[in-house]
Nanobody, 121 residues
């Protein structure tokens, strides 16, 4: 069965950087659309970034220029490099996977349990 396990979340000061990881198993990692989503305190779930293959990416406007999504197919691992973090980036971050078209506003089929990122001033 499909399993996604996130890691790397922690508390960090504004302006700092973090790199989240998501290790996947149970499907052919290389070809599916994968994404990072987040849900902040009292906020709705928000799409952050998606990637299909290793180069086709999309980002939410709020993170463009600061976050970078990437994949290492040899390790079945998805990454999210987050730079210049802001307090409004505070959220639980989830990775997810779907078949078919790839983008922030599609329904994703499988989800990890999440990793918490807290950005303080």
């Amino acid at each position: 069965h499909v399993q996604l396990v996130e890691s790397g979340g922690r508390s960090v000061q504004a302006g700092g950087s973090l790199k989240l990881s998501c290790t996947a198993s149970g499907y052919t990692f290389d070809y599916y659309c994968m994404g990072w989503f987040r849900q902040g305190p009292e906020k709705e779930l928000e799409g952050v970034a998606t990637i299909v293959g290793t180069k086709i990416t999309s980002y939410a406007d709020s993170v463009k220029g600061r976050f970078n999504i990437s994949k290492d197919n040899s390790k079945n691992t998805l990454y999210l490099q987050m730079n210049n973090l802001k307090p409004e980036d505070t959220a639980m971050y989830y990775c997810a996977v779907r078949g078919g078209y790839c983008g922030l506003y599609f329904f994703f089929d499988y989800w990890g349990q999440g990793t918490q990122v807290t950005v303080s001033t």
